[in-house]
């Protein structure tokens, strides 16, 4: 019995990480200047999706760095830049973003992952709208 159990637990953990389910996501984004004629609608990859994650019991007992969970974060990604058409020649019409190509679960890096928790609320176009094709860049 002591076995079957042991052999169940190990298999649970081993199916739950290769069920996380955290992958290159289309995502389309919109970018404007307020000094550029149009909005930019720029279509690309970010990483998204479920980690598995435990959550400890003794809380109150532990330092916050030990409490952090895993996130689905970029593995390896490339930048891509475009132009925002419509610029006058004071401004810089170039915009660069990154583009996922594969994910991880794991702690996110602040270095290059914007780690909030609450859902972008202004991508939006407020200006007309111009389209990007993914694979071409200006650089």
Known sequence: MTATFLMSMIFGLACGQAMSFCIP???MMHVE?????YCLTINTTVCAGYCMTRDVNGKLFLPKYALSQDVCTY????YKTAEIPGCPRHV??????PVAISCKCGKC????SDCIHEAIK???CTKPQKSYMVGFSIF
């Not at 810089?92 to 973003?97: E, R």
């Not at 890096?109 to 290059?112: E, G, H, P, S």
């Open 25 to 27: 996501t289309e995502y």
């Open 92 to 97: 810089t019409p170039y915009f660069s973003y």
């Open 75 to 78: 593995r390896d990604f490339m």
């Open 122 to 124: 202004t991508n939006y």
């Open 33 to 37: 200047r307020k000094e550029c004629a």
């Open 109 to 112: 890096n602040t270095d290059y």
